[in-house]
């Protein structure tokens, strides 16, 4: 004899009200899904920047270099960090690490060559109105030096590799 008891239709009112709700948790789920994803993104690219920097602190500056870094007509700022130098007789290269934006590394070396009788020649890439890497060509042909410097932009400043020969 237990009848169900008939359920009375939804009045207007109920479905406008469990809509909003309905909305808002579904809001709420993307937030948390949003963060839960993104967070991990976030932390390891903050953890990548803080190696990046380690690292680079960890390289010894031209400045406190035993060996030398490049001869004495390649003039190099003491604050320059070595990751590699190669010297070998006449000629050799390096990479360099320097804390000062990619443009005021080029007019640096630009200026530096020009001034101690260089024949600079300079190529800019750019991408976007900013400067993404840079080729300096510097000659002495009279005393037959030569060096190609190229820049690029690091995480903590710029990336220099320079490459130079010397006729004797």
Known sequence: MDKAMPSLP?????EERNH?????????????????LA????????LHQQKAKQYA???TTVAKRNAPTAPEWVQLRGDYRVQEAKLTGSA?????????????????????WQRTGFQVSKNLMSHDQEISAAILNASHTTEGRFALITLSRSTHGTRIELSWSEKK
């Open 39 to 46: 967070l991990p993104g976030v932390l390891v690219g903050l």
């Open 57 to 59: 602190e960890s390289l």
């Open 92 to 112: 050799g290269n390096a990479v360099l690490l320097a804390p000062e934006p990619l443009e005021d590394t080029a007019e640096y070396f630009e200026r530096t």
């Open 10 to 14: 939804p009045v207007d009112g109920d």
């Open 20 to 36: 909003p709700a309905r909305h808002r948790a579904w809001i709420w789920i993307a937030l948390w899904c949003g963060v839960f």
